[in-house]
Nanobody, 122 residues
Framework: QVQLVESGGGSVQPGSSLVLSCTAS??????????MGWYRQAPGEERDLVAK???????EYVDAVRGRFTISKDKEKNTLDLRMNSLKPDDTAVYYC??????????????WGQGTQVTVSS
């Protein structure tokens, strides 16, 4: 069982920046973590992909955040970070960290954090 805990959310004004961090109960640098990333869910909407990164370092961003958001790993803190710049009201959502982990007896299993709220308004 893998535990994921997000932090860093908050209420900010348009144009501001935030860094979300996801701490895991396993190393983000182990080869067992095949894919890692962030989803978000706005009120009344489905949970949608924001950004993801494969174990090999291939990154993918949805069009709405490309050029403004950056996904990265911090080895010292063992966190998966989402740096969000030039925030817009449309970025308001609950942000969820996820990891697709290989487990010897169960195969690939996806884990989710509990979510952290990001609110962008003037």
């Amino acid at each position: 069982q893998v535990q994921l805990v997000e932090s860093g959310g908050g209420s900010v004004q348009p144009g501001s920046s935030l860094v979300l961090s996801c701490t895991a109960s396993i190393s983000w640098f182990t080869r067992d973590v095949g894919i890692m990333g962030w989803y978000r869910q706005a009120p009344g909407e489905e949970r949608d992909l924001v950004a993801k990164r494969t174990m090999e370092g291939v990154e993918e961003y949805v069009d709405a955040v490309r050029g403004r958001f950056t996904i990265s790993k911090d080895k010292e803190k063992n966190t998966l970070d989402l740096r969000m710049n030039s925030l817009k009201p449309d970025d308001t959502a609950v942000y969820y960290c996820y990891a697709k982990v290989w487990e010897a007896l169960r195969g690939w299993k996806t884990y989710w954090g509990q979510g952290t709220q990001v609110t962008v308004s003037s």
